[in-house]
């Protein structure tokens, strides 16, 4: 039962009398008075425990776009319900007007719409709705909390999408569309032609050169149906923010980006979400829509606080692949995490695949390495130079043991790891 502040200005108005008589007496009646009209009013408010709800929710929306959610209120009781309806969402859903007021009459519905516009990626749940029916005077009403489940995915954003128009453009001049020659192993024959100076002379064909009596060679295109296994790690590096976003969401972002695109090459992609175990795996191979399973299977990563397990790395890559592939490996360039856990474990998988090791960068180590405007200012450049001297040395020791580094901030990572992927098709390494 709520009992509102409504009572004190209907007595002063002159709705409720109230009657004065000297000491203990006068109090006991507006007590009785107060009782009664409160008793009345919750009796004559419709009971919220005989409401049907009934939730209409999408089943995603992608990061930064509105949906809406619907509640349907069924009055099953014979008198007006005037109600004010709350749902329980959490704040990270974006509810424009989580509290609304409706009046049903008796035996008729009513569908109340609340705007949401999601903050966070990942999984969002509401469980239940309150409704507060209110009496025909305002004074007295009756509250309950009835269960309303509901799931919403807030999906990645993929806002490197962008990109893919013009990275596919530079796919399709390599795959034989516009005129390229490409030399070096992992190629596939492609067409002859006439020697030209500048040609090298490894390409020459023998056979075809005795035939037509003039020198001829082979031109190549870039192989298709290559592997790419993209790993995504979801450890506690992952969890720190560069720019306000998580680097777990960067590497989204950039992993969403890359597959997309070596799958339109013609390359097979296996994404992989692992820590200490496996979070989330997507194959190419399997049945619907590529993009569509990614971002659903990463809508719900979070990281994880504990420490990355690369030593099984290479025994997943190996599960997801059997034949030689692209591995690109998502993580963090941090020296102490990387130094302990991803060099030891990278000679297991440069001997047999082409790796790139991508990390995003905080440029604002950049903007504090030039401030030396003030004392205070001078040891935040010392840091900042300390710590991008760190990540150099690790990126150095990552290319000595023969893998690529791709270190960008996180608006340029998604990017440069396409142009990695593609000069690396390019170069015939693939």
């Known amino acids: 039962m709520v009992i509102t502040g409504r009572l004190v200005l209907l007595a002063l108005l002159g709705v409720v009398p109230v009657i004065v008589y000297p000491g203990a007496t006068s109090i006991l009646l507006w007590v009785l008075l107060l009782a009664a009209v409160v008793g ?45 309806v709350r749902e329980a969402w959490q704040p990270s859903a974006g509810a424009v007007d989580p509290e609304q007021s409706v009046v049903v009459p008796s035996g008729e519905a009513r569908r ?49 999408k962008r990109h893919l128009p013009s990275k596919l453009r530079r796919l399709r001049e390599l795959d034989g569309r516009a005129a390229v020659q490409i030399r070096g192993a992992g190629t596939e024959f492609d067409s002859l032609r006439d020697y030209v100076r ?27 149906d290559r592997r790419v296994v993209v790993v995504l790690d979801t450890s506690r590096t992952s969890a720190a923010r560069v720019l306000d976003e ?3 969401d960067t590497g989204i972002e950039a992993a ?33 829509n590529l993009l569509a399973s990614l971002v659903t299977a990463m809508a719900p990563l979070e990281a994880e606080l504990i420490e990355a397990d690369w030593s099984r790395v290479p025994a997943q890559v190996r599960a997801v692949s059997a034949h030689r592939s692209l591995v690109v490996l998502l993580t963090s360039l941090d020296a102490g995490a990387v130094e302990e856990g991803l060099l030891p474990a990278l000679p297991g998988l440069t001997e047999r695949h082409v790796v790139v090791v991508a990390s995003v960068r905080d ?41 690529e580094v791709v270190d960008a901030a996180p608006a340029d990572l998604p990017p440069l790891l396409a142009d990695t992927y593609i000069r690396l098709k390019a170069t015939g390494r693939l």
Not at 60 to 72: F, K
Not at 260 to 275: M, P, S, T
Not at 377 to 395: H, K, N, Q, Y
């Open 246 to 248: 998580p680097r777990l």
């Open 40 to 84: 009345l009013d919750l009796a004559l408010a419709a009971s919220p425990r005989r409401v049907g709800l009934r939730r209409t929710l999408p089943d995603s929306v992608r990061l930064g776009e509105e949906c809406t959610s619907a509640v349907v209120l069924r009055n099953d009781t014979p008198r007006t319900l005037r109600a004010t």
């Open 112 to 160: 109340m719409t609340l705007h949401l516009r999601p903050t966070r990626r990942g999984i969002l749940r509401v469980d239940t709705v309150t409704v507060r029916s209110a009496g025909p005077l305002g004074v007295a009403a009756r509250q309950v909390t009835v269960p309303a489940p509901g799931v919403l995915r807030v999906l990645p954003p993929f806002n490197s």
């Open 198 to 224: 500048g040609d090298d002379v490894r390409s020459i064909d023998w056979r075809a050169t005795a035939r037509r009596r003039d020198t001829v060679v082979r031109t190549w295109r870039p192989e298709r």
């Open 256 to 288: 969403l980006l890359l597959s997309v695109l070596a799958e339109r090459g013609g390359d097979k992609v296996h994404f992989i979400a692992y820590d200490r175990r496996l979070r989330a795996r997507v194959d190419s191979t399997a049945k619907g």
């Open 363 to 403: 440029p604002r180590l950049e903007e504090m390495g030039a401030d030396r405007s003030t004392a205070a200012a001078t040891f935040r450049a010392a840091a900042a130079e300390r710590s991008l001297l760190d990540r150099g040395a690790v990126a150095q020791q990552i290319r000595a043991l023969g893998a």
